[in-house]
């Protein structure tokens, strides 16, 4: 089945710097989603991404959509103790009604 | 409020025992998923439902099944259980493709 690696497993910083995760996939996705997971909740969608190349940005959040589709990065810029966290990417093969398979996940913590 | 409702939010059984796990999806939307996310692990995807079909199959085991009602809730049921079924199960639903999440049932098997 598709697989969905993430890096980096977890991050350690602190308030006030910036974050870089990203994604690679082992065959193309048609959208990429990034999600972020408190402690006990369920996933709450940050950025939904649709074509090849794109840069999307919501606040302090800017994720792209790689050129190969197998490929996505999600920016965190000036972290606040908010951020913490466990951020899934997830990919879907096809638009509309399509399960997301999900990557092993970033768990961001900041350091006070 | 992703709108995705999940009933019961905690349960605690024994081995052996079965389960059913409710969620109502969001206004309007005809998808539903169930996904299984074990002890700080990522979301394994079980099963999608649309309009009260069956849609996609994952890792889902033969002791679980699933279902979607007319009214477009699905009840996810487990069964025979055991230690290792210990989860959070979350389902989502979905209109245009971005799934919402339910805050999920956490199941406890003792």
């Given at each position: 089945g598709q697989q969905l690696n993430q890096s980096p497993q977890s991050m350690f910083i602190q308030e006030g710097e910036d974050v870089s995760m990203n994604c690679t996939s082992s065959s193309i996705f048609n959208t990429w989603l990034w999600y972020k997971q408190d402690p006990g909740e369920g996933p709450v969608l940050l950025i939904a991404l649709y074509k090849a190349g794109e840069l999307t940005s919501n606040g302090r959040l800017t994720a792209q959509f790689g050129i190969t589709r197998k490929d996505s990065f999600l920016n965190i810029s000036a972290s606040i103790p908010s951020d913490v966290g466990i951020y899934f990417c997830a990919g879907q093969s096809?638009?509309?009604n399509e399960k997301l398979t999900f990557g092993t996940g970033t768990r961001l913590t900041i350091i006070p | 409020d992703s709108g995705v409702t999940q009933t019961p939010k905690h349960l605690i059984t024994a081995t052996g025992q079965r389960v059913t796990l409710r969620c109502s999806p969001r206004s309007g939307d005809l998808s539903v998923y169930w996904y299984q996310q074990s002890l700080d692990q990522g979301l394994q995807f079980l099963i999608q439902y649309y309009n009260g079909e069956e849609r996609a199959k994952g890792n889902i085991l033969e002791r679980f099944s699933a279902q979607q009602f007319p009214d477009l809730h699905s009840e996810l049921n487990l069964s025979s259980?055991?230690?290792?079924?210990?989860a959070l199960y979350f389902c989502a639903s979905s209109r245009s493709g971005e799934l919402f999440f339910g805050e999920g049932s956490r199941l406890t098997v003792l």
């Open positions: 096809n638009f509309g | 259980l055991e230690l290792g079924d210990s």
